[in-house]
């Protein structure tokens, strides 16, 4: 190979590596054509192997819905199900690439049980690909999706009026579609709309006009993927760096690794280390290849600052001029993705950026209808509903609102004994500062209370069913401590609903709260000195595990009542069961509302096999061992 076409060759792989890269989604309702949109422009751009068009033309005859031409939604639907049904259920990434650019684009679901799909789908697209059935014009999925197109910061949109060979390529019915979505659109928020006829089937309007459509003069889908610049995301916020691995090969070298989020860096540059708030300047800057002397958003770099300051996994290192917010308290809106419904009050891990806290809704503001954007009262979320919502967090963060920076602005939640993702959020703006409220410092402690009492304060919590015997045998502990010199308090269920808890019901939104201030009145006992005895049916293991994590180790005992649902029944003191058992008292706790017993109580009550003061006994023991 000569000179000449060795540089060529050179020049064109340099082309390629350093094309733009385009994320998009395609969305809207099922049926609509969004797998056929994809696969077509997979196959007419030349993005498939030989083994993919070979694969491609055998499942189109075993599996395809377009007799004997192919059937280009097989490449996206990968799935059994999805092959059997005719129907997307997971999110389908694909990559390809053209002469000016090159392609990740998110094939999304389109029935409305998938909706948390397409929200992960689209949460890190840039343009959106809303697909519209010209035969039934903008249906309930569309708004939906374009909906959370919105809420996702979105602000790119292509309306692709598909289908359009099936309505005789008629331009009063693209017009028709076209002025409904751009009012929708009017209302989300979503400024840039690029409406564009096409039938993806047959190819109209793909890659180049179609001459089906003479009346349309705008480009093709492909030409506007090609040379779309996306709106960029707020103002300039200022450099971001979430650090995601504190880098100490030896103790000569101290880096802090991640990927930048937002804004430059380079050497010399003050920074702010946050929540903390230590200042220092920029020392060196690292990149996979080397030291580099500017660094820009999206490159992953390990930087090493001129101080030594203690910085951890989760810190975010900032422009010290331009410095994000730091709070623990948030508005935000939640896209709820779980089967079991959100309970305000029940606890959850945020992670945002590469940061994990613990965090809980306070309360749910409105949830959102997605339908008609109509906000509407709510106690609870529901698989696929979006609300929002107050969070607290038990530590300050640093961030940004979703709007200006997606990193620092989206954060998702996870449930504590399943590790599964629940939900989805986007932070609108804090409700406190970190700063602004602080433990107020007082001279006698815990441990000097403690000591004036001779004892060792303790939160001993019964759980079982209504019924088991928690109340009588927390009373008998009660008794003998108090005989043998303890200061000690219960805090029975019954009673404290007569006062505390009194404006609380029996739903498991009411639940939860219930739990959560007598496990902080329980806190503030023990603080106090005392030895405090909770009785509570305290149903769900969440609010258990909740009101354990407020406590020091070995401060909180839990103590399971383990009575059987027929013997605690039979007993049946109160007369609630044979209400329950009528329907007169619903969510009755072991009949219509579940309760879930303690994986790892300290100490199993068998009500069977021993009498209650032989119970309260092991209690003590267990106390004073």
């Given at each position: 190979?000569?000179?000449?076409?060795?540089?060529?060759?050179?020049?064109?792989l340099?082309?390629?590596e350093?094309?733009?890269?385009?994320?998009?989604?395609?969305?809207?309702s099922?049926?609509d054509?969004?797998?056929?949109?994809?696969g077509?422009l997979?196959?007419?751009?030349?993005?498939?192997f030989?083994?993919q068009l070979?694969?491609l033309d055998r499942?189109?005859r075993?599996?395809g819905t377009?007799?004997?031409?192919?059937d280009?939604?097989l490449?996206?639907?990968?799935?059994a199900?999805?092959?059997e049904q005719?129907i997307?259920?997971?999110?389908?990434?694909?990559?390809f690439?053209t002469?000016?650019?090159k392609?990740?684009?998110?094939d999304c679901p389109g029935?409305?049980q998938?909706?948390?799909n397409m929200?992960t789908g689209?949460?890190?697209?840039d343009?959106a690909?809303?697909l519209?059935?010209?035969?039934?014009?903008?249906?309930?999925?569309?708004?939906?999706h374009?909906?959370i197109?919105?809420?996702?910061?979105?602000?790119?949109?292509v309306?692709?009026?598909?289908?359009?060979?099936?309505?005789g390529y008629?331009q009063a019915v693209f017009?028709?579609?076209?002025a409904g979505?751009?009012?929708?659109?009017a209302?989300?928020?979503?400024?840039?709309?690029?409406?564009?006829?096409?039938s993806a089937?047959?190819?109209?309007n793909?890659?180049?006009?179609s001459a089906?459509t003479?009346w349309?003069?705008?480009e093709s889908l492909?030409q506007y993927l090609?040379t779309?610049?996306?709106a960029?995301?707020?103002?300039d916020?200022g450099?971001r760096?979430?650090?995601q691995?504190?880098n100490?090969?030896n103790q000569?070298?101290r880096?802090?690794?991640?990927?930048?989020a937002?804004?430059?860096v380079?050497p010399?540059?003050?920074v702010?280390?946050?929540?903390?708030?230590?200042?220092s300047r920029?020392?060196?800057?690292?990149?996979?290849?080397g030291?580099v002397e500017?660094?820009?958003?999206?490159?992953?770099?390990?930087?090493?600052?001129a101080d030594?300051?203690?910085i951890?996994?989760?810190d975010?290192?900032?422009a010290a001029q331009?410095?994000?917010?730091?709070a623990?308290?948030?508005?935000a809106h939640v896209?709820w993705?779980?089967?079991?419904?959100l309970?305000p009050g029940?606890?959850?891990?945020l992670?945002?950026?590469t940061?994990?806290?613990?965090a809980?809704?306070t309360e749910i503001?409105?949830k959102?209808?997605?339908?008609?954007?109509e906000?509407?009262?709510?106690?609870h979320?529901e698989?696929?509903?979006?609300?929002?919502?107050?969070?607290?967090?038990d530590h300050a963060i640093a961030?940004?609102s979703?709007?200006?920076?997606?990193?620092?602005g989206?954060f998702?939640?996870i449930?504590r004994?399943?590790?599964?993702?629940?939900a989805?959020?986007?932070i609108d703006?804090?409700l406190?500062?970190?700063g602004?409220?602080?433990w107020q410092?007082v001279d006698v402690?815990?441990a000097?209370?403690?000591?004036?009492?001779?004892?060792m304060?303790r939160?001993?919590?019964f759980?079982?069913?209504s019924?088991?015997?928690?109340?009588?045998v927390a009373?008998?502990v009660?008794?003998?401590?108090?005989a043998?010199?303890?200061?000690c308090?219960?805090l029975?269920?019954?009673?404290?609903?007569?006062g505390l808890?009194?404006d609380l019901?029996?739903?498991d939104e009411?639940?939860?709260?219930?739990?959560?201030r007598?496990?902080?009145?329980?806190?503030?006992m023990v603080?106090a000195g005392?030895i405090?005895?909770v009785s509570?049916?305290?149903?769900?293991r969440a609010?258990?595990?909740?009101a354990r994590?407020l406590f020091?180790p070995g401060?909180?005992?839990?103590?399971?009542?383990?009575?059987?649902?027929a013997?605690?029944?039979?007993?049946?003191?109160?007369?609630?069961y044979?209400k329950?058992?009528?329907?007169?008292?619903?969510n009755?706790t072991?009949i219509d509302?579940?309760?879930?017993a303690?994986?790892?109580?300290e100490l199993?009550?068998d009500?069977l096999?021993?009498?209650?003061?032989?119970?309260?006994q092991?209690?003590i023991a267990?106390?004073?061992d």
């Amino acid at each position: 190979m000569n000179d000449t076409a060795a540089a060529a060759v050179a020049a064109y792989l340099h082309q390629h590596e350093t094309k733009g890269l385009l994320r998009f989604i395609t969305c809207g309702s099922v049926d609509d054509g969004k797998s056929t949109l994809i696969g077509r422009l997979l196959h007419d751009t030349r993005g498939l192997f030989d083994d993919q068009l070979a694969a491609l033309d055998r499942d189109s005859r075993r599996h395809g819905t377009q007799g004997a031409d192919i059937d280009y939604a097989l490449l996206l639907d990968g799935l059994a199900a999805e092959r059997e049904q005719g129907i997307t259920i997971d999110v389908a990434y694909r990559f390809f690439s053209t002469e000016k650019r090159k392609f990740i684009v998110a094939d999304c679901p389109g029935h409305e049980q998938y909706t948390r799909n397409m929200a992960t789908g689209a949460s890190t697209a840039d343009v959106a690909v809303v697909l519209v059935d010209a035969r039934k014009g903008l249906l309930a999925q569309t708004r939906r999706h374009s909906y959370i197109v919105s809420l996702l910061g979105i602000r790119d949109v292509v309306l692709a009026v598909n289908k359009m060979d099936l309505v005789g390529y008629d331009q009063a019915v693209f017009d028709d579609i076209v002025a409904g979505y751009r009012e929708l659109a009017a209302q989300l928020g979503i400024d840039r709309v690029t409406a564009i006829p096409l039938s993806a089937l047959k190819g109209d309007n793909l890659l180049a006009p179609s001459a089906n459509t003479p009346w349309y003069r705008g480009e093709s889908l492909l030409q506007y993927l090609e040379t779309v610049v996306p709106a960029g995301r707020g103002a300039d916020i200022g450099f971001r760096l979430p650090v995601q691995w504190v880098n100490r090969p030896n103790q000569d070298f101290r880096g802090f690794a991640g990927t930048i989020a937002a804004g430059a860096v380079q050497p010399g540059d003050e920074v702010v280390a946050l929540p903390s708030g230590r200042r220092s300047r920029i020392a060196r800057v690292i990149a996979p290849h080397g030291d580099v002397e500017i660094a820009v958003a999206g490159q992953a770099v390990t930087l090493t600052l001129a101080d030594e300051l203690d910085i951890s996994r989760g810190d975010v290192i900032a422009a010290a001029q331009q410095p994000p917010q730091v709070a623990d308290q948030f508005a935000a809106h939640v896209l709820w993705m779980d089967e079991q419904r959100l309970l305000p009050g029940r606890p959850y891990w945020l992670k945002i950026g590469t940061r994990t806290v613990s965090a809980s809704v306070t309360e749910i503001k409105h949830k959102v209808d997605v339908n008609t954007q109509e906000q509407l009262a709510a106690k609870h979320l529901e698989l696929n509903e979006v609300g929002y919502c107050n969070l607290y967090l038990d530590h300050a963060i640093a961030f940004e609102s979703y709007a200006d920076n997606r990193e620092l602005g989206g954060f998702i939640l996870i449930d504590r004994q399943t590790n599964a993702t629940v939900a989805a959020g986007a932070i609108d703006f804090a409700l406190r500062r970190a700063g602004n409220i602080h433990w107020q410092h007082v001279d006698v402690d815990k441990a000097a209370r403690a000591r004036s009492k001779a004892q060792m304060p303790r939160c001993v919590w019964f759980t079982g069913l209504s019924g088991s015997g928690k109340s009588t045998v927390a009373n008998l502990v009660e008794k003998r401590l108090h005989a043998m010199g303890h200061h000690c308090y219960i805090l029975d269920g019954d009673n404290v609903r007569h006062g505390l808890n009194k404006d609380l019901g029996f739903t498991d939104e009411d639940r939860v709260e219930n739990i959560r201030r007598v496990a902080e009145v329980a806190k503030l006992m023990v603080d106090a000195g005392l030895i405090v005895l909770v009785s509570f049916i305290s149903p769900f293991r969440a609010e258990r595990r909740m009101a354990r994590e407020l406590f020091e180790p070995g401060e909180f005992v839990e103590v399971f009542v383990d009575t059987p649902l027929a013997v605690a029944e039979s007993r049946d003191v109160k007369g609630l069961y044979a209400k329950a058992r009528a329907g007169k008292i619903p969510n009755f706790t072991g009949i219509d509302s579940p309760y879930e017993a303690p994986e790892h109580a300290e100490l199993v009550l068998d009500t069977l096999g021993e009498s209650p003061e032989a119970l309260a006994q092991q209690v003590i023991a267990r106390l004073l061992d």
